[in-house]
């Protein structure tokens, strides 16, 4: 091999999204609209999960409320022969992440899991990364948040609060995947199984509609859900490769059928 | 210089200059306090305000993460570069009616720069650790994200203001010589250092000119560079409107225009103030004129370019994108651009325009309103429309904002005044070499050197 195809190859290999030959585990969701009521069941869970902040009325008629996941709500047709969809949106957790490449500091980086992951203490706010969001589900601290007792008595141990001037977002419940991984080590085992390690919004969900797992394990629940016929990304053809897959609603075209 | 045919001698300059430095009357005072005040009031008591209470003291919301502050940055950056720009190129070309103007011209390089860098700290939700986005060795082990433009950016200003700061220092290094023979007390102590012990010998005067044409030959691409970098950081993005390969040259002509037209407000200014009317005339604001001509028909073609893109993208984020600019929330700033930036300044077309001091003032004035105008636009309209229908906003500045760019602009007219009692803001020498040598008086040396 000479040196212009060694350097191809190590420039092809650096070239991997987060550096990593191949990832370890690569963490996908699907979601069901088939089986979504809308109920935000799962918005709450987040929100009590991950110490997101109560902004109160003010900063959400601004605009700034901070929702990891959130239900968005399309109306379709005209009056009378009108549908709502809902479709929920959080990060997707991105394999070609345009948020990563921009932060000056890599404060938005891909691991090993596949994750995209958001270090807090490293963000210095320039907030491009929710600018390069197509998503839009990027989610910034306009100031230090205060909880009331005795919401404060509630916040999860396990999750940082973040405190003003930073940008936060979907981790998919990074903390419940590392108690995970580190109780599969203690049983001596290599990985974590299948449904061992659930999301708040997924462990929420009434209807089911939101499956987690392991993408590479193809015996997995979620690898089974992601070959469903229905399955799409949103923005697929922004090529940012999404690891959350949707499937979609399937309706009689015929309102009138039954 | 044509006009300088009035009987103006060698000591009259340094006379002028000197006395520019030396004879410091109420009104200049009086100005500086109250720009100063302002700056005080309206920039530092808010951005503490701020660095209290987080972004959330500005109107920033969920879509408009990016608002007038970074809008601000673009436009100092802007500001700053037709000074040493325009000063390099008109070296590099032999015009001779640079001299006047140009060290005045690459003040404002500087000081629009310091400007832009100090937005970039209001702009960013944690500024004490803005040191994180430089590559310095440190115990965490960790480097900034060199794939990220907003870094390229970091280096593209730093490099760009180091290499404006030697260009102005070196150029003044005899005017500091020249001052320092003429003062007394700690002004001498003070210029005495500033001229590195220049004594006006053959051989310094070449080393100089080497160097000085050396430096101008750097800084154009360095110039070049950083606005194109600076595009890259809206360019790199996917956001619709935001996406364009025209956004490089689309900055640079823009800076360049919004420059000029600094230049040409600063140097009214300057002709008012310090009565340097024999040295800045009416051709130099016929050239200047002429250039804004130019600048402004270049940037209304790739305004053109621009929504033809759009249009011609045929998606529906794009069309919606372009619909939202034209026609949406923001359509009148959008036409106010379009009139104070593509109509106003094909007045220019006139010579009788170009060489009224006035009309050209208001002119400069409005250019820059509208340039700001299209900064602002550019933030606003992408980011308010972008894919998800349900993430559209509205971004609207609040009052903090609006003090902290009145109070920029205020920080800028400081530093300037600042600037013309320490520095000759007339290059003596170089108005010097235009002018014939004195021949009247028999004691002078027949091919005297021009300091």
């Not at chain 2, 009416?282 to 250039?291: C, E, I, M, P, V």
Request: proline content about 5%.
């Amino acid at each position: 091999m000479n040196f212009l195809e060694r350097f191809a190859a190590g420039w092809r290999k650096n070239r991997k999204p987060g550096y990593y030959d191949e990832f370890d585990y690569h963490w996908s969701m699907t979601i069901d609209l088939d089986r979504c009521t809308g109920c935000e069941a799962c918005v709450t869970a987040c929100q009590a999960e991950n110490n997101l902040p109560i902004v109160g009325e003010k900063a959400m008629a601004k605009g700034r409320e901070v929702q990891w996941i959130r239900i968005e709500r399309y109306w379709e047709g005209e009056y009378p022969d009108i549908k709502l969809r809902f479709i929920p949106m959080m990060c997707q957790q991105c394999d070609a992440a345009p948020c990563e490449t921009v932060c000056p500091v890599s404060a938005t980086y891909h691991n090993q899991d596949g994750l995209n992951t958001q270090i807090y203490n490293r963000c210095i706010g320039t907030r491009s990364c929710a600018v390069y969001c197509p998503y839009e589900v990027r989610y910034f601290n306009y100031n230090d948040h205060k909880w009331d007792s005795p919401l404060d008595q509630q916040l999860n141990p396990d999750v940082t609060v973040r405190e003003k001037g930073v940008m936060e977002k979907c981790t998919f419940c990074i903390q419940r995947i590392r108690q995970a991984k580190d109780h599969a080590k203690d049983d001596g085992r290599r990985r974590v199984r299948d449904g061992e390690v659930q999301p708040a919004c997924v462990q929420s969900c009434p209807t089911q509609a939101l499956v987690f797992g392991d993408a590479k394990d193809p015996t997995s629940q979620v690898s089974k859900s992601m070959n469903d016929p229905r399955a799409y990304r949103v923005l697929d053809e922004l090529n940012t490769a999404p690891s959350v897959v949707y499937l979609k609603k399937v309706e009689a075209k015929d309102n009138h059928a039954g | 210089m044509p006009a300088e045919s009035n009987d103006l001698q060698y000591a009259d300059i340094h006379r002028d200059v000197v006395r520019s430095i030396v004879e410091t009357g109420r009104t200049y005072y009086i100005t500086l306090a109250t720009a100063a005040g302002i700056t005080l009031v309206c920039f530092f008591f808010p951005w503490f305000y701020q660095l209290y209470y987080g972004i959330g003291a500005a109107g920033m919301n969920h879509p408009g993460v990016w608002g007038t502050y970074l809008a601000s940055f673009i436009f100092w950056i802007g500001l700053s570069h037709s000074g040493t720009l325009l000063s390099c190129v008109l070296h590099l070309t032999n015009s001779p009616w640079r001299k006047a103007i140009y060290r005045s011209a690459e003040a404002m390089t500087l000081f629009s720069l310091m400007v832009a860098a100090t937005m970039v700290m209001v702009h960013l939700g944690r500024p004490w650790f803005i040191h994180w986005t430089v590559p310095y060795p440190n115990q965490m082990e960790l480097w900034p994200n060199f794939r990220s433009p907003l870094l390229f950016d970091v280096m593209a200003v730093t490099t760009y203001l180091t290499g404006s700061s030697l260009f102005i220092y070196m150029g003044t290094i005899p005017d500091f010589a020249a001052v320092r023979d003429r003062t007394t007390g700690w002004r001498n102590h003070m210029y005495s250092l500033l001229s590195l012990g220049w004594r006006g010998t053959d051989k310094e005067w070449h080393r100089l000119h080497w160097a000085y044409t050396f430096l101008a030959v750097l800084i154009i691409p360095l110039a070049v560079s950083v606005h194109s970098i600076v595009s890259w950081d809206f360019a790199m993005s996917i956001v619709p409107a935001l996406h364009q390969t025209i956004f490089a040259p689309y900055f640079v002509v823009g800076a360049i225009y919004s420059g000029t037209a600094g230049i040409v407000t600063v140097m009214f200014v300057l002709r008012k103030s310090m009565n340097f009317g024999q040295y800045i005339n009416a051709s130099h604001f016929d050239n200047l004129g002429k250039l804004l001509l130019v600048l402004s028909l270049l940037w209304t073609y790739i305004n053109v370019v621009e929504l033809f893109t759009g249009w011609y993208s045929g998606t529906s984020t794009e069309y919606e994108a372009l619909k939202y600019k034209l026609f949406g929330y923001y359509a009148l700033m959008y036409w106010e651009m379009i009139l104070f930036c593509a109509v106003l300044p094909l007045l220019c077309i006139f010579k009788r325009f170009r060489t009224s001091f006035l009309p050209m003032l208001i002119l400069s004035i409005a250019i820059n309103i509208g340039m700001y105008t299209e900064r602002f636009l550019i933030i606003a309209t992408s980011l308010s429309r972008q894919y998800l229908p349900d993430a559209w906003g509205l971004y609207v500045p609040s009052l903090v904002e609006i003090s902290i760019l009145i109070g920029s602009l205020a920080l800028f007219v400081t530093m300037f005044l600042l600037f013309v009692k320490i520095f000759p803001s007339v290059s003596m020498y170089e108005v010097k070499e235009t002018m014939d040598t004195p021949k009247a008086e028999p004691a002078a040396p027949p091919q005297g050197s021009p300091a």
